[in-house]
């Protein structure tokens, strides 16, 4: 299984349009620092690829991905379809910007479906541009081939009913349940190899635990360093985990749960306020303690 990292990046990006922290200022004088919106692509077969989230860069994302440029054909792209691991803006803002597609294909869970479909009204918003088809993503014991024919297989761990800021209220409540959340399991069947990609990790399900355990490679939410940080960076009065990540550091951190698997251990989803975008942060030396590593943008992952 191949797998390109598209983006590290929470909500935002690094550096932020219109923040001058110094996060966000190291990384406009260090073009090297600068982290994309996170996202992966997945090989299916030769030269065919899907997306796992589709954000506000993915145009350029795919410029930096050689394997996703277009061709031999004019308008012939490896890019088949996206798959989503929630309905968060900073992880489907892409899909309109890839309106120039023939046809697109969209794999998400019915409570994301739903939320694009209905409360975005996705399908009549690009119908004029292209044709938009949708899949159900599938929960765990049920995964299927991500493309008709393809070793590698799908299937989401249901993570947390949180829904995005946008679809907070519902009719139905917003405590109405639903899999908004999911971590993506990715099993090449050729193989035996797993990954498990969660960029938005708000608990730590008994699925979740059992996933991991058995994945070669997991690649999870690294919003913020600590709990407080949200609070003390002076931009929410709730602490990351009411936020919808849990930290990495400390009691209730993603570390220590991670510093015991075999896996290939990885964090994305970083935001501008975590210390882990100043390669000079000490908060490193911590990580490679335990054996974890920091994804970067381009980062190629073979399993
Ligand atoms: C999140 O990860 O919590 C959301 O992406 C936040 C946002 O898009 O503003
Ligand atoms: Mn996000
Ligand atoms: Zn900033």
């Given at each position: 299984?191949?797998?390109?990292?598209?983006?590290?990046?929470?909500?935002?990006?690094?550096?932020?349009?219109?923040?001058?922290?110094?996060?966000?200022?190291?990384?406009?004088?260090?073009?090297?620092r600068?982290?994309?919106h996170?996202?992966?692509?997945?090989?299916?077969a030769?030269?065919?690829?899907?997306?796992?989230n589709?954000?506000p860069?993915?145009?350029e994302?795919?410029e930096?991905?050689?394997?996703?440029?277009?061709?031999p054909?004019?308008?012939?792209?490896?890019?088949?379809g996206?798959?989503?691991?929630?309905?968060?803006?900073?992880?489907?803002l892409?899909?309109a910007?890839l309106?120039?597609?023939?046809?697109?294909?969209?794999?998400?869970?019915?409570?994301?479906?739903?939320?694009?479909?209905?409360?975005?009204?996705l399908?009549?918003?690009?119908?004029?541009?292209?044709?938009?088809?949708?899949?159900?993503?599938?929960?765990?014991?049920?995964?299927?081939?991500?493309?008709?024919?393809?070793?590698?297989?799908?299937?989401a761990?249901?993570?947390?009913?949180?829904?995005?800021?946008y679809?907070?209220t519902?009719?139905a409540?917003?405590?109405a349940?639903?899999?908004?959340?999911?971590?993506l399991r990715l099993?090449?069947?050729?193989?035996?190899?797993t990954?498990?990609?969660?960029?938005?990790?708000?608990?730590?399900p008994?699925?979740l635990?059992e996933?991991?355990?058995?994945?070669?490679?997991?690649i999870v939410?690294?919003?913020?360093?600590?709990?407080?940080?949200?609070?003390?960076a002076?931009f929410?009065?709730?602490?990351?985990?009411?936020?919808?990540?849990?930290?990495?550091?400390?009691?209730?951190g993603t570390?220590?749960?991670?510093?015991?698997l075999?896996?290939?251990r990885?964090?994305?989803h970083?935001?501008?306020?975590n210390?882990?975008i100043?390669p000079?942060a000490?908060?490193?030396?911590t990580?490679?303690?335990?054996?974890?590593e920091?994804?970067?943008d381009?980062?190629?992952?073979?399993?």
């Open positions: 299984m191949l797998l390109k990292v598209l983006g590290t990046a929470a909500g935002g990006g690094v550096p932020q349009w219109n923040c001058a922290c110094r996060e966000c200022a190291g990384a406009r004088t260090h073009p090297r600068r982290r994309r996170a996202a992966l692509a997945v090989q299916v030769e030269g065919r690829w899907y997306l796992v589709a954000t860069d993915i145009g994302q795919i930096d991905c050689p394997e996703l440029h277009p061709g054909g004019h308008r012939r792209t490896p890019v088949a996206v798959v989503l691991t929630d309905a968060e803006l900073d992880h489907t892409g899909i910007r309106r120039e597609a023939e046809q697109l294909e969209v794999i998400a869970t019915a409570a994301v479906r739903e939320a694009l479909r209905g409360r975005r009204q399908d009549s918003l690009l119908a004029p541009y292209t044709e938009l088809s949708w899949r159900d993503l599938p929960t765990e014991g049920l995964a299927q081939p991500l493309a008709a024919g393809s070793a590698v297989h799908i299937s761990v249901p993570l947390s009913a949180k829904r995005p800021r679809a907070a519902d009719p409540g917003a405590d349940p639903g899999d908004w959340v999911t971590a099993t090449d069947r050729a193989t035996g190899r990954a498990v990609y969660a960029p938005a990790l708000g608990t730590w008994q699925a635990e996933a991991v355990a058995e994945a070669d490679c997991v939410d690294g919003t913020f360093w600590d709990d407080d940080e949200p609070r003390r002076n929410s009065t709730r602490g990351a985990t009411a936020m919808g990540h849990l930290p990495i550091d400390g009691p209730n570390a220590r749960r991670l510093a015991s075999p896996a290939r990885l964090y994305t970083l935001n501008n306020t210390p882990l100043d000079a000490p908060q490193h030396k990580l490679a303690r335990l054996g974890i920091v994804a970067a381009g980062m190629e992952i073979v399993l």
